[in-house]
């Protein structure tokens, strides 16, 4: 069976994007990647370079195709600047070397080439000959051409298993920072947390198996409400003593919990989050009271970008969650229902990922491990 068209599976993607079918984060992120490695797996390209640019104009591509949402636009640069830092970083190693896979016939040849080519051009009988008949400034001996024409073809497989790792180190994302629950859970202590968020609920059904705890759920009323009712639920079903409390009850509440665990839609460069509406309020009681706020979150969803207008970054939603249209106090109000919070980083204590946990100071040179920077903007 051929392989599909690389351009049908964008149009498809873009389609969804733009009729809403592709919800969460995660869903964006798995998607991403698998279009990725088909574009990079049969697309045509000879070199790097176009490589590189047929990618960068993909991932325009998809930014533009979403309608609104910041944070889906954030999570596929991201996952797009994460595949050009893999594909810049392999070919550099592979040009680092002659020969990314060389065989001992073709490596004796190369060093038996080299090395008659020093002995003829140090001996005194050719030195004379090229005094007499001058020896061109640009002359240099051609004898690794082959070598780098080799690259371009050998490193196809590398950058297809590469971006299989990215995507295997996605599907683990919520199991790899469950994994670390015991470290950060102890018993008897009271938690806080905020809607509903699938990484959240798996973090606290790990510690649930060996600690004793009590959660603390803050409802996200209006957008999310029902979804964390669904979410308390599923975590009493794990054995979690759970409270459910309106939004307004947080602040009463803080100076008797031990620390704050909030999921988020971004983290961006400086340590900011983009949390759904409401949480910032967790985040500012917690601050008041000099509870830690921990967020727990993927690395597909750190951003490389720096938030320089952070409202800029808060989506509206429909206000029909607040008010209903068919209510008379609608003809006499304006009314904006915001989707997203954002959380400065001076309100943030640690960032739990899939691989690690990490203070606010160690963010700079974990964005630098992942992305590059000629990929700020594409």
């Known amino acids: 069976m051929p392989p599909q ?16 079918r592709i919800l969460t984060g995660f869903q964006v992120a798995v998607e991403t990647a698998l279009l990725l490695r088909q574009v990079v797996s049969t697309a045509r390209w000879s070199n790097v370079n176009q490589l590189i640019s047929q990618i960068q104009k993909l991932g325009s591509k998809l930014v533009e195709a979403q309608p609104k949402g910041i944070i889906k636009q954030n999570l596929f640069g991201n996952i797009v600047r994460r595949v050009l830092f893999l594909i810049r970083e392999e070919f550099n190693n592979a040009s680092d070397e002659p020969e990314l896979n060389p065989s001992t016939d ?4 190369k060093s038996s080439i080299e090395g008659n080519l020093e002995r003829i051009t140090s001996s ?3 030195s004379s000959m090229l005094n007499l008949l001058g020896k061109p400034s640009d002359y240099e001996p051609n004898v690794s051409q082959k070598f780098t024409n080799r690259i371009n073809v050998d490193l196809r497989p590398i950058f297809i298993q590469g971006i299989q790792d990215i995507i295997d180190e996605l599907e683990k994302t919520h199991s790899d920072i469950a994994a670390q629950a015991m470290d950060h859970i102890h018993s008897n202590e009271i938690i806080m947390t905020y809607g509903a968020s699938k990484t959240i609920e798996t973090f ?3 510690a649930a198996k060996k600690r004793k705890f009590t959660v603390i759920l803050s409802e996200s009323y209006p957008n999310d409400h029902e979804s964390s ?3 308390i639920v599923a975590l009493a079903n794990a054995g979690i003593d759970t409270i459910l409390i309106p939004d307004a009850a947080v602040f009463a509440l803080m100076s008797r919990v031990n620390k704050v665990i909030l999921g988020s839609h971004t983290v961006f460069a400086n340590g900011g989050v983009l949390v759904s509406a409401g949480a910032k309020n967790l985040a500012a009681a917690a601050k008041h009271h000099s509870t830690p706020v921990i967020i727990c979150a993927g690395i597909y969803k750190f951003s490389p970008v720096y938030p320089h207008n952070p409202d800029s970054l808060i989506a509206l939603s429909s206000p029909d969650h607040v008010i209903p249209f068919d209510e008379d106090l609608m003809d006499s109000v304006d009314m904006i229902n915001a989707c997203h919070d954002y959380i400065p980083p001076s309100m943030i204590d640690l960032y739990i990922t899939n691989l690690g946990s990490h203070p606010p100071s160690y963010l700079a040179r974990l964005i630098r491990e992942h992305y590059d920077p000629e990929d700020m903007i594409f």
């Open 5 to 20: 068209d690389p351009n049908i599976t964008i149009e498809s993607l873009v389609f969804r994007l733009k009729r809403g």
């Open 106 to 109: 073709d490596h004796l040849a």
């Open 124 to 126: 005194p009988i050719y």
């Open 204 to 206: 606290l059904r790990a």
């Open 229 to 231: 009712h669904i979410s």
